[in-house]
């Protein structure tokens, strides 16, 4: 079987998984990766609850670590983590997971500007001199503000936040890639897709 192959049954094998129940050999496992441990070939994510490309719920708790394939054929890209689960523009709240307390935590902001309708090659998020997307979110301390792009809602939002947030990693405020994994073992996984990062349509 091709990678490009694999990806797609990967895509496939999820609804089909679901409607079959425990009578299959295998299962799939999707989620937003939380931490990603290239050294020990690990990953965290959070899994969505809702299964829907459009609208995901990573509400699922307890966070699920899965051992990676040793086979690079079963590997998608490697993963970015991060911390954000969602940002809800029109409450003006941002929800994260907390590694300390190993839940999640809502955070109200205020918004200090925000535009919709900016796809990922608006020259907002996109620079065309160097053909590569600008680096999100930004990040000002002394503002006390993040500059956060959300490619699904197509928004870009510039939120301040308390000063006590501030002590947080960068990548609390950024989104995790969105993974696949298909195991016959709990926390085994035997392939692993990076859904945010592979186009199985491109030729």
């Known amino acids: ?53 459009q609208k995901p719920d990573y509400t699922v708790l307890p ?18 983590a991060g911390g954000r689960m969602k940002i ?11 590694p300390t307390t190993q839940n999640f935590k ?15 090659e608006h020259p907002l998020v996109y620079d065309k001199d160097t053909d590569k997307p600008k680096k999100f979110p930004v990040v000002d301390k002394d503002k006390k503000t993040v500059t ?10 510039v939120i301040q936040l308390p000063e006590e947030y501030f002590s947080m ?7 995790g890639d969105e993974a696949r994994v298909f195991y016959k073992e709990e926390g085994k996984a035997l392939r692993f897709m990076n859904v945010s990062k592979t186009n199985i349509y491109k030729k």
Do not use: H
């Not at 990693?169 to 989104?175: I, K, L, M, V």
């Open 63 to 80: 966070p699920m670590t899965y051992t990676l394939p040793s086979n690079p054929d079963e590997m998608g890209p490697e993963p970015k």
């Open 1 to 53: 079987m091709t990678r490009k192959s694999i990806w797609r049954t990967l895509l496939v094998a999820l609804p089909v998984a679901l409607l079959m129940g425990c009578s299959e050999p295998g299962k799939v496992d999707q989620g937003r990766v939380i931490k990603y441990d290239a050294a020990a070939k690990t990953i965290t994510m959070i899994r969505d609850r809702a299964n829907d490309a």
């Open 169 to 175: 990693p960068d990548s609390t405020w950024d989104a």
């Open 88 to 98: 809800d523009n029109k409450k003006n709240q941002i929800t994260i997971f907390d």
């Open 148 to 157: 956060i792009y959300s490619g699904r809602q197509k928004t870009l939002s």
């Open 106 to 120: 809502t955070i109200d902001f205020v918004m200090i500007d925000f535009k919709e309708n900016i796809d990922k």
